[in-house]
């Protein structure tokens, strides 16, 4: 009985693994696929997963970590991606904590939500970083592509994240 168990457990994390992999092998592909467009931001998508499963300064800590993956996997500035990820945490989790159920109108203001969080702390950053004005006209261009590529992406993926997590969940319950 207890080997049965430990073998759902185990496909369980399978499973999860699973779906952050194809995240993460998903996200290099179309960042190559798109080019110099912006590709659809799947790093945040896996943290928006986490909303409501970690407690809020979890999930800070969490994107964070994410952001620095990101930011080792890319060419960008070390911790530039990881600050972007946490105001985007930050800002999801503030959203969240007004709202009431999980519809898909709940998880579209979550997602720009986390994106205008995300691109707040992105300008403070350039600007910071740079040590000149940022043209906002063209930062806002990218900014609003990303946005809209980004929530479609996480609308599609968002059940397929509740439909593992809510399995897991089950089975953890059953055993």
């Known amino acids: 009985m207890r080997r049965a168990a430990a073998g759902r457990g185990t496909l369980w994390g399978v499973r999860i693994a699973a779906f952050y992999l194809t995240l993460l092998l998903a996200q290099g592909l179309l960042s190559g696929l798109f080019g110099t467009l912006p590709a659809p931001d799947l790093f945040l998508v896996a943290v928006l997963t986490w909303l409501g499963r970690l407690a809020p300064w979890q999930l800070l800590l969490a994107a964070y970590g994410v952001g620095l993956l990101q930011d080792v996997?890319?060419?960008g500035v070390l911790g530039s991606h990881a600050m972007q990820l946490a105001g985007a945490a930050l800002a999801a989790t503030a959203v969240r904590m007004q709202l009431s159920g999980s519809g898909i109108l709940e998880r579209l203001l979550l997602i720009l939500a986390a994106q205008a969080g995300k691109w707040v702390v992105?300008?403070?950053?350039?600007?910071?970083?740079?040590?000149?004005?940022?043209?906002?006209v063209r930062l806002l261009a990218v900014a609003i592509s990303e946005t809209v590529l980004t929530s479609a992406a996480a609308l599609a993926v968002w059940p397929w994240a509740e439909a593992s997590f809510r399995r897991a969940g089950a089975r953890r319950r059953a055993t």
């Open 122 to 136: 992105a300008f403070a950053l350039l600007a910071w970083l740079s040590g000149e004005p940022v043209d906002g």
């Open 73 to 75: 996997l890319g060419a």
